[in-house]
């Protein structure tokens, strides 16, 4: 599977995981309302797939260019890394306002979640490889499927 579809299937299920991780964490770490900690899943989850869309479609294009192909360990760590490196950045305001606490607690609370989901995007990327394949710019003879 390639394209948009490989990508909607991927958002989906990452994200449908992603919100009902997230709404039970931030309601346990904020001790705020499960239906509030839901709706700022909800909104991080629309924030995290925008980003998501443009990180990894600039990702993609600097992966095609590499003169070695394939996802090698390394490479999928810089991938997660910097993916949650820079929704980091977006979400520790977002937090702050949504749950009315100090900068430095929100950045606690994300680096928390972003340590699990840094294993959580690295497990979740390999599975997902392995059940519908290597996108074309990570095959290391792009005209095998």
């Known amino acids: 599977m ?10 989906g299920v990452f994200e449908t995981i992603a919100i009902a991780i997230c709404s039970l964490s931030l309601s346990t770490l904020s001790n705020s309302s499960l239906a509030s ?3 700022l899943s909800m909104i991080t989850s629309t924030i995290a797939v925008t980003w998501n869309y443009f990180f990894t479609s600039v990702f993609e294009a600097w992966e095609s260019r590499q003169a ?6 390394t490479r999928r760590i810089g ?12 979400l520790v ?3 702050t306002w949504w749950l009315n606490v100090s900068l430095g607690q929100a ?3 994300n680096l928390g979640l972003a340590a699990f989901f840094l294993c959580y995007t690295f497990i979740f990327n390999w599975a997902f490889d ?16």
């Open 68 to 73: 070695r192909h394939g996802r090698s360990i």
């Open 37 to 39: 900690a839901t709706i």
């Open 107 to 109: 950045f606690a609370m």
């Open 93 to 95: 305001p977002t937090i």
């Open 2 to 11: 390639q394209g948009y579809k490989r990508k909607i299937v991927y958002v």
């Open 130 to 145: 392995r059940v519908f394949g290597l996108t074309v710019s990570a095959r290391a003879d792009p005209t095998r499927p």
């Open 79 to 90: 991938h997660a890394v910097g993916f949650e490196s820079g929704l980091l950045i977006i």
